[in-house]
């Protein structure tokens, strides 16, 4: 089966995602799929369908939320000195 991906190797068309398709993918680049890993691949494809979002863009917008609240306050103690 012809795969249709970008430049990253994601799926051009989401649709085209089946487990066959998973374990193609991961051949193709050199990879093996666990049953641990086929478990974090299914936790983020159903995050990706419930939110439209990977799960590492919702991981570092998690992050980077806690950071700029960290930067905050140790400017706000700057502030108060």
Known sequence: M???RDGDG???NTSDWSEEVMYQMA???GMEITEEIKT???R???MYNETGQ???FVILQKNLEWIERQVN???S???AQ
């Open 10 to 12: 994601f799926l051009i």
């Open 27 to 29: 051949e193709s680049d």
């Open 2 to 4: 012809e795969l249709n």
């Open 77 to 79: 103690l700057n502030q």
């Open 54 to 56: 990977f799960l590492l």
């Open 73 to 75: 306050y140790m400017m």
């Open 40 to 42: 974090y691949i299914d």
């Open 44 to 46: 983020a494809r159903e």
